[in-house]
């Protein structure tokens, strides 16, 4: 497809010095746009024609059989009601805000939902029935996670963090949220992962980082926790009871480079593995309410490939058909005959499926509309692998646009994830798409070093010192698109969001002269302020995955990386935008890039919503986003071009 067609192409862009920039300013629903040119009508209609789709995330079976899902029939993701395959949605929630997760209450056809405001971060938990008004069960002004539930449904156990480093865990009965009490307080963070039978003891997952992670046991009565198998410099995760209660099932890189599922015995806390070296991660499992079945998910280049056993004899069951593509939730059923399922794929935005264990078949329960999107022009991605600089193989997921070319190299964007420790994955992706379509760009999503995915090894390769090895992943990237004979080398640019942000901002100090621009939404800027400014309750976090900046080594390492001190090297235009109210990247790492690159004379683009968080998550401002990001992008390859 041509790309559109402006007379603003690459005038907008000419550098000039800051006493000849001017800031023009204007808002537009709850974003303030600086420097922002008007949208053309053509833009905004393309926009929506890749805006309207929908889709159904599993989040929990209700004691009747129904199933609960998120999904949007409006501005925000609610929550719906399904009680048969391809039945009717029926809407139960209808917030302003987004709902983050629902958990049903067992042996009730009740549930609990997550929401927060404005894209704060400071979740509230909210107990819902078939109809009524939602009742909360959590103190406002304190980030709420982590619930489960005991057998009968009578207890919830669920942690709080306020503004500061003090994790809270409570109880309540959800019937009742008077009935809240306080547990145990501690200064580490410590997630609720299960409840034992007699409701005595609470598995914690104490996450210190993401190399360090370890499992605690609560005794309800004391308050008092205890480490359970102690091993330093490991990750055991999502902890669950099993074989009544005698043992514990966790994820864990014990003895592996790879996370395996395993077994602890409770009684000595000896390990042993129940799935064995596959070379890849274990990234979820769920065993059923009776302990009969097991399922386990691997996840394969980050395709999610879904695995089910009988846990008590180990014979083997008929395998799931499910579509290729990425997990987004699992869970058993209440009779412990169905496992459901919701996948996202490629070119379509996620289903659910339940399957049922007697037959073996997969019955499909929902079929979310595209909108006005034709799946013949959905593209598809590659996986593709290029050599880094050291000889490391890096894999990424390439989109190309699926309309006639007539053998002219696309202009190309690629886009880099946040975490670090996250991963590019081939599940349905509505931005790869709109750009390659739209723009037709081919768009590239590299797993540099860091990613999640690929092991314990590949995931530290960039930590702390080290962390620049993976801007130079991105340049092995640029070398692998000037040897592609239908890419364009000289209209490239880099994209990211969040950790994404940082290395769009660290790609373009390094490779500017090799790059037309770039976006970064919500990027650290400096490592320092960035670890000063974000919440109290997850300083520490970030310590243990980037460095610790009260060490002098560090500090040092932080100072030479940082974008705020090389601002001089990034000599092409920006587009940043950020959400007001963003909890983890505050507002001033976006704030105090743009005024730097502006004081060089660099053209800054700059959107501000003031309704949002760490991401966007409410239809119109996605909308806007998408056509500011169509404009500035186009501008870019048609200036280049030109």
Do not use: C
């Not at 402006?6 to 300013?25: D, G, N, R």
């Not at 480079?257 to 990234?283: A, I, Q």
């Not at 992943?473 to 950790?499: E, F, H, K, N, T």
């Amino acid at each position: 497809m041509r790309p559109f067609v402006t007379a603003l192409a690459a005038l907008a862009f000419a550098a000039a010095p800051i006493s000849a920039q001017s800031v023009s300013e204007r808002t537009i629903g709850t974003a303030t746009l600086q420097n922002v040119p008007a949208i053309p009508a053509e833009v905004d209609a393309a926009v929506q024609r890749f805006q309207n789709y929908r889709s159904a995330e599993l989040e929990a079976w209700l004691a009747d059989g129904s199933i609960l899902v998120t999904t949007r029939f409006g501005s925000t993701d609610q929550v719906h009601r399904i009680t048969e395959p391809m039945g009717t949605r029926s809407q139960l929630s209808f917030f302003a805000e987004p709902v983050q997760s629902a958990s049903a209450i067992p042996g009730e056809n009740r549930f609990v939902l997550v929401r927060d405001t404005g894209g704060d971060e400071w979740f509230q938990f909210y107990a819902m029935g078939l109809s009524g008004e939602p009742v909360r069960l959590t103190e406002p002004g304190t980030r709420n996670q982590a619930m489960v539930f005991s057998d009968d449904g009578s207890l919830m156990v669920w942690v709080s963090a306020g503004r500061s480093t003090e994790y809270t865990i409570h109880a309540a009965n959800p019937a009742d949220p008077g009935s809240r009490r306080t547990i145990a307080i501690f200064d580490t963070p410590m997630f609720p992962s299960d409840i034992s039978a007699d409701g005595g003891t609470v598995l914690l997952q104490n996450y210190r980082s993401n190399r360090d992670s370890s499992i605690y046991l609560l005794d309800m009565a004391s308050g008092e926790a205890t480490e359970f198998a102690p091993s330093a410099g490991t990750v055991d995760e999502s902890p669950q009871f099993a074989r009544n209660d005698t043992s514990i099932l966790a994820i864990s890189n014990r003895d592996s480079d790879n996370r395996r599922l395993v077994e602890f015995y409770r009684e000595t806390g000896e390990m042993s593995p129940v799935t064995p070296e596959l070379g890849w991660d274990v990234e979820a499992f769920e065993l059923s309410g009776d302990g009969r079945y097991l399922a386990f998910v691997l996840n394969e280049e980050g395709f999610s490939r879904v695995w089910v056993q009988d846990f008590v004899t180990w014979r083997e069951l008929p395998q799931p058909e499910l579509p290729d593509g990425v997990l987004t939730g699992m869970e058993f059923s209440p009779d412990d005959q169905s496992l459901a399922v919701s996948m996202s794929t490629a070119t379509s935005a996620g289903d659910v499926w339940a399957w049922n264990i007697a037959d073996g078949n997969a019955v499909r329960w929902t079929q979310s509309e595209p909108g006005p999107l034709d799946p013949d022009r959905l593209a598809e991605p590659d996986l593709i692998r290029f050599s880094s600089f050291d000889g490391l193989s890096v894999s990424a997921f390439v989109y190309r646009p699926t309309g006639p070319r007539d053998g002219v190299p696309t202009p190309v964007i690629v886009d880099i994830h946040g975490g670090p420790e996250s991963q590019s994955r081939p599940s349905w992706n509505a931005r790869a798409q709109y750009f390659a379509d739209t723009l037709g760009a081919t768009v590239i999503l590299p797993n540099v070093r860091g990613s999640d995915g690929y092991g314990t090894r590949y995931r530290d390769l960039d930590n702390g010192p080290l962390r620049e090895d993976s801007v130079r992943d991105i340049g092995a990237l640029l070398d692998w698109i000037d040897d592609q004979p239908d890419l364009d080398s000289d209209r490239v640019a880099v994209y990211g969001q969040s950790y994404g942000g940082y290395m769009v901002l660290a790609s373009m100090m390094f490779y500017s002269d090799r790059l037309v621009g770039g976006i970064e939404r919500y990027g650290i800027s400096d490592f320092r302020t960035f670890l000063q400014n974000t919440q109290d309750y997850r300083r520490d976090m970030r310590r243990g995955e980037y460095g610790d900046e009260r060490d002098p080594e560090m500090a040092a390492v932080f100072e030479r990386i940082a974008p705020m001190n090389n601002l001089d090297r990034i000599t092409k235009p920006m587009l940043v935008m950020a959400g007001a109210n963003d909890p983890r990247v505050p507002l001033s790492e976006s704030d105090q890039v743009v005024d730097g690159l502006r004081e060089n004379g660099v053209p800054t683009w700059y959107v501000v919503f003031s309704d949002e968080g760490h991401g966007f998550r409410k239809k119109p401002n996605n909308d806007l986003r998408h056509a500011v990001e169509t404009v500035f992008l186009r501008d870019l390859f048609e200036g280049s071009a030109d």
